[in-house]
C-alpha cells in the first residue's frame, strides 16, 4: 500500500490564480481530511468527508473548496490564491467512527504552497 | 481550541526514557487521549491512544492518571529518530481533532 499521496509537493502562486492539490488514498478508508499547517503551529481541519458525496467544514474552510466523488480521491480547491495561503497543507485518511477508539488519521506527506 | 496543555520544549538523552506530559482537566467520560508525533516537516504519524487504561505499544506506552486529568506519553529508548514534535490530543466519538503546538523533543546524543 501506498497509503495516501499527496501532489504537487511544492507549489509557488501568484495572488489571484488558482489550483488544485490532489489526495489519494489505498486503504479503502471512508474518511478524508485536508489541514494546513502555518510555520511553528499546530495543524488546523479546512475540510473533510465521511464518503464519497458528502463533504463538510472544518475549522478554516474561508477560501477553499473540496469534493469526494471516489472513495479514493479528495482534492482540495484554491481559488483566488491569497497570501495568507501560504502553509502546508497535509491531507489524511482514517477507517472512521466504526468503533469509538479506532480513530487514527494515516497523514500523506505534505504539499508546500507559497503565494506570493 | 486545544483542550490540552503540554510544554513547548524537552530534551532527553539517547537511550533514555523520554517522559513526555500532557495536562487535559476538561477532559470528558467519552473523551480519548490521542498521541501523535510529527518528524521534521513530515505528516503527522499515528503513535498510541487510550481511554482509562494504561496502555502500551511497540512504539511507546501511555500512562494516564485515574482521575483522567493528565496524561504521559512514555519513549523507553529514545533515539535520534524520535527527535520531533509530540501532539497530545483529546477527541470524542464524532469529533475531529483539534492539533495544538504540541511538544518539541530533542533527543541529544
Keep these: 500500500n501506498a497509503g495516501v499521496t499527496q501532489t504537487p509537493k511544492f507549489r509557488i502562486l501568484k495572488i489571484g490564480q488558482s489550483m488544485t492539490l490532489q489526495c489519494t488514498q489505498d486503504m479503502n478508508h471512508n474518511y478524508m481530511y485536508w489541514y494546513r499547517q502555518d510555520p511553528g503551529m499546530g495543524l488546523k481541519l479546512i475540510y473533510y468527508s465521511v464518503g464519497a458525496g458528502i463533504t463538510d467544514k472544518g475549522e478554516v474552510p474561508n477560501g477553499y473548496n473540496v469534493s469526494r466523488s471516489t472513495t479514493e480521491d479528495f482534492p482540495l480547491r484554491l481559488e483566488l490564491a491569497a497570501p495568507s495561503q501560504t502553509s502546508v497543507y497535509f491531507c489524511a485518511s482514517s477507517r472512521g467512527q466504526i468503533k469509538a477508539g479506532t480513530y487514527e488519521q494515516y497523514f500523506g506527506p505534505g504539499t508546500r504552497l507559497t503565494v506570493t | ?109
Excluded at chain 2, 487510550?50 to 494516564?64: F, Q, V
Excluded at chain 2, 485515574?66 to 533515539?79: C, F
Aim: with cysteine; proline share 6%; net charge negative.
Design chain 2, 1 to 109: 481550541d486545544a483542550k490540552t496543555t503540554q510544554p513547548t520544549s524537552m530534551d532527553c538523552a539517547e537511550g533514555r526514557a523520554a517522559n513526555l506530559p500532557c495536562n487535559h482537566s476538561t477532559i470528558s467520560g467519552n473523551e480519548y487521549v490521542y498521541w501523535y508525533r510529527q518528524i521534521h516537516s513530515q505528516g503527522p504519524q499515528y503513535i498510541i491512544h487510550g481511554l482509562k487504561n494504561n496502555e502500551t505499544n511497540e512504539m511507546a506506552s501511555l500512562i494516564i492518571t485515574e482521575d483522567r486529568k493528565s496524561s504521559t506519553l512514555i519513549l523507553p529508548h529514545a533515539t535520534l529518530r524520535d527527535t520531533a514534535v509530540y501532539y497530545c490530543i483529546v477527541q470524542d466519538y464524532g469529533q475531529n481533532f483539534v492539533f495544538g503546538p504540541g511538544t518539541r523533543l530533542s533527543v541529544l546524543p
